[in-house]
């Protein structure tokens, strides 16, 4: 069983491309980390987190796309599904 330190049960670690489409699409939007954060309600320093690969919220997803033309929500979802392998342990079912 593959153990993830620092995220909840469950919980699956972002491909650390989504960071780098969120940043490439701040560059294309021509936005600084700081007015990203301030169109999306996100704080500068998750925002630097995010782009650096840090898991991230459903909520703060779509705030993000909402300003980020060129971030696409469904190609970053098809490349999260691509990578999934689920753990086929039978430790990884265990209490569920």
Known sequence: ???LLGLPPGMLPLDPAVGIAVRSARHAAGLS???LAQLSGVS?????EIEAGANFTVAVLFALARELP????SDVLARQAAGYKPDPSPASSEGH
Request: charged share 20%; proline share 0%; net charge positive.
């Open 1 to 3: 069983m593959m153990l």
């Open 44 to 48: 500068v320093r998750h925002l630097i």
């Open 33 to 35: 980390q700081q007015r």
């Open 70 to 73: 060129a971030f696409r929500i």
